[in-house]
């Protein structure tokens, strides 16, 4: 079995029968993968190369430039860093534009949804707040563009972090001064005969990380706050049973909020609706999948049709009229699939363009029309679809989520006084995180679901977003009722406040909201966030950006653990550095587990040390 | 008899033959760990080129074997059964008289235990780890006579075609 969810085996068996390859197959075929690039010792940078060193201890051990494996793992590592915080960063630069064009009245159908957020995001910047918000927005989008290419000093939100945390970055120099010029500084010192010493390398990766999570990362979780509204609980439905038999069945998939939201717009326009039904259906049933369907999961509790493994058996339900994306962990395979059947996948950026898809470019400016435009397009396919090869092969479960800080703030009366009490009290032994997608190196969602389960039994608070927290839910994890699969602290807590026992915070750029808890929990208690009983864990990540976000919550303080192994083990010096030696420099490191339990294990015994080292 | 074959047409040089081979002989068989383990895994083949082209080469577990004829210890011997040039660890006593003798430097000196190394085929698998991780299908693992049919319908195809064209 492929999967821990049923109808996901069951689609791909149909795939099997119908001769589609999906993932799991065309993983198959690159085994045995290259040794050189799991271990992270080809470097394709120059090209004197490509070098590989052998891994094994004869030669090569130098690539023709000189550079031995660590810096050459360093530099890789560096790249992927830059790759990851660009890819969050960017996105946090189109909201940005987006509330640049909305307080301009320039794009139609966006407006300022949360002006108390935006007054006090406005403060931080220092801007006069006694102003019509369309002013006080204008500023603010302003002041953040600064943040990307100027340099002043260092960037905003960094502020938020506790007084010795920012003592231990300045100290290394690590302090992030512009969004784009951290990335821009990686690439350029890792272009060949730049930046020669792996550890100098290794602290600029944690200065980029830094630029994501309390940069690019922090920007588009409160400005896509500010232009769509704070996520407040919110009850929903997830996996692939959210499709429907009768209705157009629309999924939007990829990371950024400000299409999704249109398309939530779109999909109940009446004149659509009216369309949909003479088109012979019931109506239109849209869902999101990855990390912009937990965007409009959380603002307007649209249903979830799965993660990032789930996409392409989606399509072999034969019941999808559309799959909308716009940028960031779509498969290219997507649309060869969708040839099988009736489904469009519709391309919407500039950014990412598909071969074999339809596009139908979104600008926000026109943002609602244009998703009229494309919901139009997913009904009048509704017609072709081929009821004979249509098979949902599930139930939705039942989810809540919409945990933003400010919900969690809400929740417990107002101040967060009560959580730091139960942490006291040990009613709540620790809260751990739990980011990132999924990989078919890992049976999918089980590492998820097994390490989440493992640290709710122990009194553990789970916090989570992304693929992992859509994994949660289809287990039926993210309901008030799962406190029962708690602890019993954890338990009692959860059901005085009628909260789940596993919080879904949001996509993945809204792993900066899990930073401001950590930060406030910190501040709080007068200590750093490296002193906190907090873990974090990336059960099964594949992306580069999770491998920025897992170097942001490291240099943030907060020991890790890693479920797939990053390509960083041809050099023993990188990975000592990653696994021990940054224990000392920035007080947490990262662990690679591959058995979730295990993973849970190493998590618990951090936080039982931490704790002790609070006199708790 | 079965036998290793190269096709150097499809040979890209990436030497994952190599590193899948020190991997198959190392105390773990798993990547990640086998590159932290003391002493290290060595590969029993190593990718050579010329003039553009690239070739993995190892033993060919020669019929007539100049090293099993050139050791003085016995360490060397060819099994009838397998048809491979099988090494005796306890009896090689490090003269490197069968390196000197390979006409494909097969021979692989070990210094750490003073004896030689060399491709075993991988008793224990059903394919040799070079072959299974080649990415390419430049390596092949078969019957001689099989793999030379294949070879002679080649041969076939590409002369009758010629032929035709040319009347």
Redesign the interface.
Same mark, same amino acid.
């Given at each position: 079995m492929k999967s821990i969810e049923k109808s996901v085996n069951i689609l791909i068996e149909k795939a099997e029968n119908e001769g589609i390859e999906l993932a799991w197959d065309r993983l198959e075929k690159?085994e045995?993968q290259? @040794? =050189?690039g799991? $271990?992270g010792i080809c470097c394709r940078i120059c090209n004197m190369g490509p070098c590989?060193i052998?891994? =094994? @201890?004869?030669e090569p051990k130098k690539g023709v430039c000189g550079a031995a494996a660590d810096v050459i793992v360093a530099r890789n590592l560096g790249r992927m860093i830059a790759a990851g915080a660009a890819a969050h960063s960017d996105h946090g630069r189109d909201i940005v534009h987006t509330l640049l064009l909305a307080s301009q009245g320039k794009a139609r159908g966006y407006e300022i949804k949360d002006e108390a957020k935006l007054k006090a995001i406005a403060a931080e910047f220092k801007i006069d707040t006694n102003r019509d918000k369309n002013d006080v927005a204008k500023d603010l989008a302003k002041g953040v563009m600064q943040e990307f290419g100027m340099e002043k000093g260092e960037i905003q939100f960094i502020k938020r972090a506790p007084a010795k945390r920012r003592e231990i970055w300045e100290k290394l120099g690590i302090l992030p001064r512009g969004i784009d010029r951290e990335i821009v500084e990686m690439m350029h010192r890792t272009h060949i005969g730049v930046d020669n010493d792996y550890a100098n390398i290794i602290l600029h990766g944690l200065r980029t990380s830094l630029s994501d999570g309390w940069g690019g990362s922090m920007v588009a979780t409160e400005l896509s706050d500010i232009l769509f509204g704070t996520p407040k609980p919110v009850k929903s439905k997830v996996n692939l049973g959210v499709l429907k038999e009768d209705a157009v069945n629309i999924i939007v998939h990829g990371h950024e909020p400000t299409l999704s939201e249109m398309i939530v717009l779109a999909s109940k326009d009446p004149d659509l609706i009216a369309l949909a039904k003479k088109n012979g259906a019931k109506g239109i049933n849209l869902s999101g999948m990855c990390c912009t369907g937990n965007e409009i999961l959380m603002r307007k509790g649209v249903p979830v049709s799965g993660n990032f493994l789930n996409q392409e058996v989606a399509i072999i339900t034969g019941a999808v009229e559309a799959i909308i994306v716009d940028v960031q962990c779509i498969m290219p395979s997507i649309t060869e699939i969708a040839k099988c059947y009736h489904t469009d996948i519709i391309s919407t950026s500039p950014k990412a363009k598909f071969t074999g898809a339809l596009h139908m470019e979104f600008h926000e400016d026109k943002g609602l029309d244009i998703a009229k435009e494309i919901v139009k397009k997913a009904i009048e396919n509704f017609p072709k679809r081929n009821k004979e090869k249509v098979l949902i092969p599930d139930k939705p479960v039942e989810m809540c989520a919409g945990f933003s800080v400010e919900a969690i703030v809400e929740a417990l009366g107002g101040k967060l006084d009560p959580l730091i009490d139960a942490i006291k009290a040990g009613q709540i032994k620790g809260i751990a995180a739990i980011v990132g997608c999924n990989n078919p190196k890992v049976k999918h969602d089980k590492s998820h679901v097994e390490m989440t389960k493992k640290l709710i039994e122990n009194d553990i608070l789970v916090v989570e977003t992304g693929c992992v927290a859509i994994a949660n839910a289809k287990v039926g994890l993210l309901v008030p009722e799962a406190a029962e699969k708690a602890g019993e602290g954890l338990k009692a807590v959860c059901k005085a406040l009628g909260i789940p026992p596993v919080l879904h915070m949001g996509s993945c750029v809204d792993i900066s909201r899990i930073l401001v808890v950590a930060a406030a929990i910190a501040n709080a208690l007068g200590v750093d966030i490296s002193d906190l009983p907090v873990a974090g864990a990336a059960p099964e990540w594949m992306s580069e950006k999770a491998v920025s976000i897992g170097t942001y919550v490291i240099a943030s303080g907060v020991f890790t653990v890693l479920g797939t192994?990053p390509p960083v $083990? @041809?050099s023993?010096e990188v990975a000592g550095l990653l696994t021990n030696g940054a224990e000392g420099l920035i007080g947490a490191k990262f662990a690679v587990e591959m058995d979730p339990v295990k993973g849970a294990d190493l998590m618990i015994d951090h936080i039982k040390a931490k704790r002790k080292g609070l006199g708790l | 008899m079965k036998g290793i074959f190269i096709d150097i047409e499809k040979c890209i040089g990436c030497k994952s033959c190599e590193i899948y081979c020190a991997v198959s002989h190392s105390a773990s068989k798993q990547i990640f760990s086998a590159v932290f383990e003391d002493p290290l895994p060595a590969e029993r083949v190593k990718v050579e080129s010329y003039n553009a082209f690239s070739i993995p080469i190892q033993c060919r577990h020669c019929e007539e074997a100049p090293c099993v004829d050139a050791c003085p210890s016995g360490a060397l011997s060819k099994e009838t059964e397998t048809g491979i040039v099988a090494m005796d660890q306890e009896r090689c006593i490090g003269c490197w008289m069968c390196a000197m003798v390979c006409p494909f430097g097969a021979i692989i000196p070990k210094m750490d235990s003073k004896v030689i190394i060399k491709c075993d085929r991988c008793p224990d698998l059903d394919e040799p780890a070079c072959v299974n991780a080649c990415p390419t299908n430049a390596l092949l693992f078969g019957e001689l006579s099989e793999v030379m049919k294949k070879s002679r319908k080649k041969a076939a195809q590409i002369t009758i075609s010629a032929i035709k064209n040319a009347i």
């Open positions: 690159q045995p290259c @040794g =050189f799991l $271990l590989r052998n891994p =094994f @201890g004869d192994v $083990l @041809g023993a | -």
